[in-house]
């Protein structure tokens, strides 16, 4: 490990960065605290492509997450409850989700079916799907023909998603941690 801290302070005079910083004072630290930032970048573009694509192909202003809980919606053609898409998408804000889904409805995107709190299920409408074929559309056009122009890219996806699946697990239990020993 002091030969990785060596070999990054010798990069980063070589570089002329300085990449330390209060999250970020090994060299693990530094991989960490980068691919965090990476993360949050992807995030925001992501939310900018899928806002971006879907106000292409409807009349509508949508968050990313909105988008996504369309999508999720569409998915596999079979109705989704609050339940559902809480899962699929690791969320557990669920006002907020049941607000974009106002707003889906609203727009004339998704339907709401039943009654009580087991027994609603959303599902896209005939609009809805229109604009979910479109989306898809344009996203081949846009981004996974320029994905498919990028030589050896697709494995690189898949090693990325093996790892940010495993993230996504290692996030989740230590957030477990932080809460259980949370100070009062």
């Not at 490990?1 to 990069?11: D, G, L, P, R, S």
């Not at 079979?78 to 889904?101: E, G, M, W």
């Not at 697709?154 to 259980?180: F, M, Q």
Request: hydrophobic share 40%; with cysteine.
């Amino acid at each position: 490990m002091a030969k990785k801290i060596v070999q990054v302070q010798k990069e980063n005079a070589e570089s002329g960065f300085d990449y330390r910083w209060h999250l970020a004072q090994s060299a693990v630290e530094v991989d960490t605290t980068e691919l965090e930032f990476a993360l949050m970048r992807t995030f925001e573009g992501f939310g900018r492509w899928q806002s971006e694509c879907l106000a292409s192909v409807c009349d509508l202003a949508a968050t990313g997450p909105e988008n996504a809980l369309l999508h999720i919606i569409r998915m596999n053609d079979r109705p989704k409850t609050i339940k559902d898409l809480a899962r699929l998408t690791n969320r557990d804000d669920v006002p907020n989700i049941q607000y974009s889904l106002r707003k889906l409805i609203g727009a004339g995107l998704v339907v709401r079916h039943g009654a009580g709190r087991s027994g609603v299920t959303y599902e896209v409408t005939e609009e809805g799907r229109r604009v979910t074929d479109d989306y898809g559309v344009l996203r081949r056009r846009l981004l996974l023909a320029e994905i498919a122009s990028l030589p050896g890219f697709s494995d690189r996806l898949a090693e990325a998603t093996r790892t940010l699946n495993v993230l996504s697990g290692l996030y989740e239990e230590i957030s477990r941690v932080a809460a259980t020993h949370r100070r009062a």
